[in-house]
């Protein structure tokens, strides 16, 4: 499912519009990215849980040539699911 079909299928359940369920869509997407580069959690009761992860910084090694590099530290976004998604998933 991509972002233009969740629009479509938020508007049917909700009632809304395609217009105001894609603003609502966006402004979820928007609220969970701007709570996580502020370095907090997004808990969702019965969906699960939006995080950072921090990445060390490490030395890695070109696979062509051998060379050494570093690879800088990072902030990654990770998800875990809650109890009720993983139960209407399997």
């Given at each position: 499912m991509?972002?233009?079909?969740?629009?479509a299928v938020v508007a049917q359940k909700a009632g809304l519009s395609?217009?105001?369920?894609?603003k609502a869509v966006d402004g979820i997407l928007e609220a969970v990215a701007?709570?996580?580069?502020?370095?907090?959690e997004v808990r969702i009761a019965g969906f699960g849980t939006f995080s950072v992860a921090h990445r060390k910084a490490t030395t890695g090694?070109?696979?062509?040539?051998?060379?050494e590099l570093q690879i800088?530290?990072?902030n990654l976004p990770k998800?875990?699911?809650?109890?009720?998604?993983?139960?209407?998933?399997?």
């Open positions: 991509n972002k233009t079909e969740l629009v395609k217009a105001d369920s894609a701007e709570t996580l580069k502020a370095g907090e090694r070109n696979p062509r040539t051998g060379e800088p530290a990072s998800f875990k699911p809650g109890k009720t998604l993983k139960d209407t998933v399997n």
